[in-house]
């Protein structure tokens, strides 16, 4: 390689950034912030703050995420697209019990996850005055698994299979609260240890109720 064709690749090198290289400090922003929210809750985490430890401009946060409401919706999106394929319903053929069972099965342990209930215990105490929290939580979490159970029951196959008189859009809101049944309500709370079998035999026993309520 000659001297010039060295310099011009030292020169991409210390210029700017790679895509990947940007990508990361992203992910890491993100990251970061959870993190933070979780252990000081939301109003009390400054934009200064998340980019010091983030190790980025105030700016930057602006920038790509447009403040810190949208640095909160990112990490909601992020943790759970770890965890759902939001196509998953609107393909998958199988029985309509076997869809809803292994979703249930999911959705509870995503909700179970410490992180998560340390997310909706920070959401409760913050939420009250604070209505742009309240809103990107809802918006970024609630109403998005919301929407996909909606189009879930939508679906004709899965339509013709469910009583008449129900609207799809109550089906989603009543299978969520059969699947976080009183059990979730209370480890918000007072967070006790369960045997796994326990917890899913309550499970089964909800969803059997659910699937009398609602199927012809």
């Not at 020169?11 to 922003?29: I, N, T, V, Y």
């Not at 309509?96 to 992180?115: G, Q, T």
């Amino acid at each position: 390689m000659s001297t010039e064709s060295t310099i011009t690749a030292a020169s991409k090198c210390a210029g700017r950034p790679r895509s990947s290289d940007r990508e990361a400090r992203m992910q890491d922003l993100i990251h970061t912030a959870g993190a933070l929210f979780l252990k000081h809750g939301y109003r009390n985490v400054s934009l200064e703050m998340l980019a010091r430890e983030a190790h980025v401009a105030v700016r930057t946060i602006y920038v790509k995420f447009g403040g810190k409401a949208g640095l909160l919706n990112a990490v909601l999106v992020a943790n759970r697209e770890r965890f759902f394929n939001t196509h998953d319903l609107d393909e998958d053929q199988r029985p309509f019990k076997e869809i809803v069972h292994d979703f249930a099965v999911h959705f509870f342990d995503l909700i179970s996850m410490p992180e998560a209930v340390s997310m909706q215990r920070m959401v409760v105490a913050d939420a009250p005055g604070n209505v742009e929290l309240a809103q990107t939580f809802f918006e970024a979490g609630p109403k998005q698994t919301r929407d996909m159970l909606v189009r879930f029951f939508s679906r004709p196959d899965i339509r013709v299979q469910l009583r008449d008189d129900l609207d799809v859009g109550m089906l989603a809101v009543h299978l969520l609260s059969c699947i976080e049944g009183d059990r979730f309500s209370r480890w918000l709370f007072e967070p006790v240890k369960v045997p796994r079998a326990q917890v899913m035999r309550e499970l089964e026993q909800r969803l059997e109720l659910f699937y009398r309520g609602v199927l012809k």
